[in-house]
């Protein structure tokens, strides 16, 4: 699949549910009204989609939510999705959770397939972690990592830089992944969908993080890659790497290889744009795999050039787009 701007599609990520079990302060208000059951896709039919895309080339599909492995019976998709790793269709199937469900299911998870997985944690200090979260358990998720890397699953840490409450932490955070053999990104918060308070309070550009942290650690580019948007540096002193996800200050847009499916069948070809194809009529329709395929061709010949967020205190701090993160798949 080749989008207008040459850009080769090998990526699918896929919202398997909008729900979540906890209520980052960045990404949804407290009080969410998730989608009906009734709305969202089986898992059969996430399934099947899936299939179409890899039988397009996408070669990684990373499974996001909301929070994924709160999904009832989600591992039967990963053992499914899994079989195209053996089969050597798909060369890596992974997924992005909160690290709250990982004590359960960390084992099930690499006997699938999946080899690495990224972690959403923002501080490391059980009191801020739950004020963030609001309903995080943070001994929770450091059991989940435990268990994931005795497992063999090598984790990256995602943590989202907010001004005034992490940004004193960015180099115990590197000192901790180095320690304990992982990676980080961090991350720009991102203006999508409304939530209680103000993003341009949180808003802090990676550039100033980068700066705070090159006094501290030597950080030379790396060569290394992972299909996704990260910037990485090698950590001279640490041997792990830093990634830095910066779709405001530097949009990532150019080298753009990916889609990202809805838990309802939405395609969203572009993360910051509303333009999308609704997959679920198409697959519930009567003209099966060919219309399914006819509509993701459709699709990518739409694909945008890149997206347009901003955080602006002067447009009354309206989401770049009016849908939450959750719901597009973080």
Not at 9 to 15: A, D, E, F, G
Not at 35 to 52: G, Q
Not at 84 to 109: F, M, P, V, W
Not at 131 to 149: H, L, Q, S
Request: proline fraction near 4%; glycine fraction near 10%; hydrophobic fraction near 35%.
């Amino acid at each position: 699949m080749i989008d207008p701007f040459g850009r080769k599609i090998s990526y699918l990520r896929v919202s398997v549910t909008d729900r979540c079990d906890f209520r980052c302060k960045y990404c949804m208000s407290e009080n969410m009204t998730f989608l009906p059951k009734k709305d969202v896709l089986s898992l059969e039919e996430l399934e099947k989609i899936s299939a179409a895309f890899i039988r397009k080339g996408v070669r990684k599909i990373r499974i996001t939510g909301g929070e994924p492995l709160v999904r009832k019976g989600i591992m039967e998709l990963f053992r499914n999705l899994g079989l195209y790793i053996r089969s050597g269709e798909l060369d890596e199937l992974t997924l992005t959770t909160n690290g709250s469900q990982l004590e359960k299911y960390a084992g099930e998870l690499f006997e699938a397939g999946v080899r690495r997985l990224n972690v959403s944690l923002d501080t490391r200090d059980p009191y801020r972690f739950q004020d963030i979260t609001r309903w995080g358990n943070f001994e929770k998720v450091m059991t989940g990592i435990r268990t994931a890397k005795a497992a063999g699953l090598k984790i990256k840490i995602n943590t989202v830089a907010l001004k005034g409450f992490n940004d004193h932490e960015f180099n115990d955070l590197v000192r901790w992944v180095g320690d304990e053999g992982m990676d980080i990104t961090f991350i720009e918060t991102m203006p999508m969908g409304t939530i209680d308070g103000h993003r341009s309070d949180q808003y802090l550009p990676l550039s100033d993080v980068k700066q705070q942290l090159a006094e501290n650690w030597t950080l030379t580019p790396s060569a290394y890659r992972t299909g996704g948007p990260s910037d990485y540096f090698d950590v001279a002193e640490t041997g792990g790497r830093i990634g830095f996800i910066t779709p405001l200050t530097h949009n990532f847009c150019e080298s753009c290889n990916r889609v990202r499916l809805t838990c309802t069948g939405i395609l969203y070809m572009c993360l910051g744009q509303e333009d999308s194809a609704n997959l679920k009529n198409v697959l519930r329709g009567e003209n099966g795999a060919a219309a399914l395929d006819a509509a993701i061709d459709e699709a990518i010949g739409r694909k945008p050039k890149g997206h347009d967020f901003v955080v602006d205190r002067q447009n009354d701090d309206r989401p770049a787009v009016p849908r939450h993160m959750s719901v597009t798949g973080g």
